[in-house]
T-cell receptor, first 112, second 113 residues
Framework: AAGVIQSPRHLIKEKRETATLKCYPI?????VYWYQQGPGQDPQFLIS???????DKGSIPDRFSAQQFSDYHSELNMSSLELGDSALYFC???????????FGQGTRLTVV | LAKTTQPISMDSYEGQEVNITCSHN???????ITWYQQFPSQGPRFIIQ?????VTNEVASLFIPADRKSSTLSLPRVSLSDTAVYYC??????????????WGAGTKLIIKP
């Protein structure tokens, strides 16, 4: 079965650079979530989208933005990267009415 | 928003049954209880979900008492590959908003041979 696809799997950036992470949800899923998980930390909810509209906002820094496109894929744009942004970034998708979210394998971002 | 409390870590042995209890005293009427498993550097994986009483699937059982202020994930006959972090989540369904997964501190389960 198709799963949530994230790209790239690994990314190394320098401080103050920008990064774009991509997420391709499971087909027919209408909701996408983004999470950040620092080393040894629990996942922190960043933002979610339903039907291409932002639906919930968590602890997403102002330097970050995200959107969901017409084909339901989502991109997380991160600017002015800081060392503390180094983390695993997970995308999850679900059907709006469902209570189970399926996670991708994550993108490991390292800021040097 | 409901918060959850779980043991930080647990040890067990292969072949044993493992029970992980989660407290969620402020659970709301519409909240579901969901458990995820996460291996290092991998995305969390859904295990089981319930609203009340008992739910069982091919990998686990979930016991929820009548007051729903706690829940217990039961893993039968664990193996070394069950070593992972287990998260108990209480689903928040807000009007005009999406189901938002609130992650608390998970339980690191270590299975020994």
């Amino acid at each position: 079965a198709a799963g949530v696809i994230q790209s790239p799997r690994h990314l190394i950036k320098e401080k103050r650079e920008t990064a774009t992470l991509k997420c391709y949800p499971i087909p027919r899923h209408d909701t996408v979530y983004w999470y950040q998980q620092g080393p040894g930390q629990d996942p922190q909810f960043l933002i979610s989208f339903y039907e291409k509209m932002q639906s919930d906002k968590g602890s997403i820094p102002d330097r970050f933005s995200a959107q969901q496109f017409s084909d339901y894929h989502s991109e997380l744009n991160m600017s002015s990267l800081e060392l503390g942004d180094s983390a695993l970034y997970f995308c999850a998708s679900s059907l709006r009415a469902a209570t189970e979210a399926f996670f991708g394998q994550g993108t490991r971002l390292t800021v040097v | 928003l409901a918060k959850t409390t779980q043991p930080i870590s647990m040890d067990s042995y292969e072949g044993q049954e493992v029970n992980i209890t989660c407290s969620h005293n402020n659970i709301a009427t519409n909240d579901y209880i969901t458990w995820y498993q996460q291996f290092p550097s991998q995305g969390p994986r859904f295990i089981i979900q319930g609203y009340k009483t008992k739910v069982t699937n091919e990998v686990a059982s979930l016991f929820i008492p009548a007051d729903r202020k706690s829940s217990t994930l039961s893993l039968p006959r664990v193996s070394l590959s069950d070593t992972a972090v287990y998260y108990c989540l209480v689903g928040v369904w807000e009007q005009y908003s999406n189901y938002q997964l609130i992650w608390g501190a998970g339980t690191k389960l270590i299975i020994k041979p």
